[in-house]
């Protein structure tokens, strides 16, 4: 019976792991141009920002993917730090939108997902298709492997030996907040793990204090994904890793690891209090708790200039990233044809001053970019003239041009 309970739990965590991965893996592959032609269309207002940035994190639940998507997008010019701080304090509100459906019986609607995904991956040829089924079939996997976590967990509390460690469990809190550092590392995405938090406290394995210190682990765990992800690089690639970084995950945690303190040593009614003040259940309770992991965006929306300056003195745009950026595209839209042409055609006069660099820095000459540096700007640049120009070549064309 024991065996027969551990091999389930252990089952229901490889379905919950395969899941995260295949969910966040698969969606990836639906960048490319589109995903640059809605950054375009959509972040012109902080409004739209924020909820572009929202179904973005809603899909991906991973916000150190969204952070690196963002930093692809800025070191191509195609966005500003100025758009991109609402985008990513959208990513982490709509990040929380896997955790409200998490606490909802979802049964039903988990079979319907793998039984329609599974038959679609395997039934119909459209590649545009699979990307979305693979993604929809590794949330289905995600919640079975939650169901099976709770099924096997509620009869393992009524062992002795789980009912004697679960008597004595203060000393267990810094364990606990340890293991959602380990957690999100494995899964990298906060989400998940509060969703593997909430299903192992439903199962009376976890206490309403170890759920939430779990959590705040994992919001840790995800600075330190980032801060991995983006350790030896420059510009504006630290400025937006940074802000997630320190304002979400290191400085939201501090303060809401020490709000959690005086609540519990002190008696003062704090982010509990407004917890149970939200919700009766403990899975509503945690899923806004979530949430208020990134209320320190809010604050931040209202000083955008002040914070993209701040950014750009701690972190100014490198060489290479500004050489690598496109200065004339940008402002065109592919609609208007007759200026995207000339627009088009400076920036690969550009790029032929590019070829001449390489020839000064052969000759030993100082320009301020190594080979290798100079190659990547040009790489970079080359890529969205290509992009820019395959819109252009999209749109109806008249006999002058």
């Known amino acids: 019976m024991l065996a027969s309970t ?35 269309k959509y972040t012109r207002h902080p409004v739209q920002g924020f909820f572009w940035g929202g179904l973005v994190g809603a899909v991906a639940q ?12 800025i070191s191509a010019g195609i966005l500003t730090m100025r758009a991109a701080i609402p985008v990513l304090a959208g990513a982490n ?75 004595d469990s203060g000393g267990s809190l810094a364990l606990v907040f340890v293991v959602g550092v380990v957690f999100c590392f494995i899964a990298q995405s906060v989400g998940a793990v509060t969703i593997l938090a909430i299903s192992l406290a439903v199962a009376g394995v976890l206490s309403v204090d170890q759920t939430i210190l779990t959590i705040y682990g994992a919001n840790v ?9 983006s350790a030896g690089v420059r510009g504006s690639v630290r400025q937006i890793a940074y802000l997630q970084i ?13 709000l ?36 320190p965006f809010i604050p931040a929306l209202f000083v955008l200039p002040w914070l993209e300056r701040f950014l750009a003195r701690i972190a100014p745009p490198t060489r290479r990233e500004t050489d690598g950026q496109p200065q004339f595209i940008i402002a065109v839209p592919p609609e208007d044809v007759d200026r995207g042409l000339q627009a088009a055609e400076r920036e690969q006069n550009r790029l032929v001053t590019h070829l001449c660099v390489f020839f000064e820095i052969a000759g030993g000459e100082e320009t301020g970019h ?10 970079t640049l080359a890529t969205e003239l290509d992009y820019y120009l395959d819109d252009l070549g999209a749109q109806p064309l008249t006999p002058e041009h």
């Open 246 to 258: 320190v304002l979400i995950n290191f400085a939201g945690s501090a303060l809401l690891v020490g």
């Open 93 to 167: 509100f709509g990040s929380s939108l896997l955790v409200f459906l998490s606490t909802i019986n979802l049964e039903v609607a988990v079979m319907v997902i793998l039984g329609v995904s599974g038959i679609a991956l395997t039934q119909i040829d459209r590649a545009w298709l699979k990307p979305i089924m693979h993604g929809l079939f590794g949330l289905g996997l995600l919640f079975l492997g939650i169901d099976f976590i709770q099924t096997n967990a509620a009869p393992l509390v009524d062992q002795p030996f789980v009912r004697s460690y679960l008597t």
């Open 221 to 229: 765990g995800s600075g330190l994904v980032t801060l991995l992800l």
């Open 6 to 40: 551990f091999a389930g739990m252990l089952a229901g965590f490889g379905l919950f792991f395969v899941g995260v991965w295949t969910l966040t893996e698969n969606l990836k592959s639906l960048s490319g141009r589109s995903l640059r032609q809605a950054v375009l």
């Open 62 to 73: 991973s916000l150190a993917g969204v952070v690196f998507i963002l930093v692809g997008l």
């Open 370 to 379: 190594t080979a290798t540096s100079l190659n990547s700007s040009s790489a």
């Open 260 to 295: 959690w303190w005086i609540e519990t040593h002190m008696g003062v009614p704090m982010v509990k209090a407004l917890l149970a003040s939200l919700a009766d259940d403990l899975p509503g309770q945690m899923a806004y708790l979530y949430l208020i992991l990134s209320a």
